[in-house]
C-alpha cells in the first residue's frame, strides 16, 4: 500500500480546490493506497509567514512528506501561480523534501489563461525539490466543480473523466493498480 500526502493549497476553508482534492482523496483510498489529507491553511500563520522551522506545525508536515511514498499538490491558480500559502510551506521545506517521490500536481482556476500555471510555476519548484517523478498535472475550471451546501461535490463529466485518467497515471507511477483497471 502506497501512501499518499494530499496537500491543498488553498487559502479557503470553502474553496473548490480542497473540496476537489478531498473527492480525490477518496477514489485514491477506495484503491489502496493509504491517504493522508493536509490543509495547508492549517497551519498557523505565524509559522508559515515567521519561517519558523522548528513549530510543532512544520515540523508534522515535514515528517508528513518524508513518510509518503507520493504527494498530490492542489492549488488555486491566483495571478498566473499557485498559491501564497502553499509557496509559504515549500519554502519551509527541506530542499529535497519530494526527493524520491511520485508527485501529481493539480490546479483549479477560473478561465483557462490559467492552464499553464503547472507547466510554468508549479512543476519546476516541485522539480527543484528533488520529485523523482512529476506524472502529468491537471487543470481544472472553477465551472466544472460544484459544492453543495450538504458538503457534497459535483464535477462535470468530462472534468471527471479527465481526472480519473491522472489518478490513473499516478497510481500506476506508485506501483499500485491502476484506477481504471481497478474499477472495472
Not at 519551509?92 to 483549479?108: F, I, N
Not at 478561465?111 to 507547466?119: G, M, P, R
Amino acid at each position: 500500500m502506497a501512501t499518499v500526502l494530499s496537500v491543498s493549497g488553498s487559502p479557503s476553508a470553502s474553496s473548490r480546490t480542497g473540496k476537489l482534492l478531498r473527492h480525490l482523496d477518496a477514489r485514491l483510498a477506495a484503491h489502496g493506497h493509504e491517504v493522508i489529507p493536509l490543509d495547508v491553511r492549517t497551519i498557523p500563520a505565524e509559522a508559515l509567514l515567521g519561517a519558523d522551522f522548528r513549530h510543532p506545525a512544520i515540523v508534522e508536515a515535514t515528517e508528513l512528506f518524508a513518510r509518503a511514498d507520493g504527494v498530490v499538490i492542489g492549488t488555486p491558480v491566483y495571478k498566473a501561480a499557485y498559491s501564497g500559502v502553499l509557496k509559504a510551506l515549500l519554502d519551509l521545506l527541506p530542499q529535497y523534501a519530494l526527493a524520491g517521490k511520485t508527485v501529481l500536481p493539480l490546479a483549479t482556476g477560473g478561465t483557462t489563461a490559467h492552464v499553464l500555471a503547472i507547466d510554468y510555476a508549479l512543476r519546476p519548484v516541485l522539480s527543484s525539490m528533488g520529485a523523482a517523478h512529476i506524472v502529468q498535472g491537471w487543470f481544472t475550471l472553477d465551472k466544472d466543480i460544484t459544492a453543495h451546501d450538504d458538503g457534497s461535490l459535483t464535477v462535470t463529466p468530462t472534468a471527471i473523466e479527465a481526472l480519473t485518467q491522472v489518478l490513473d497515471q499516478f497510481s500506476t507511477a506508485l506501483g499500485r493498480t491502476p484506477v481504471l483497471a481497478a474499477a472495472g
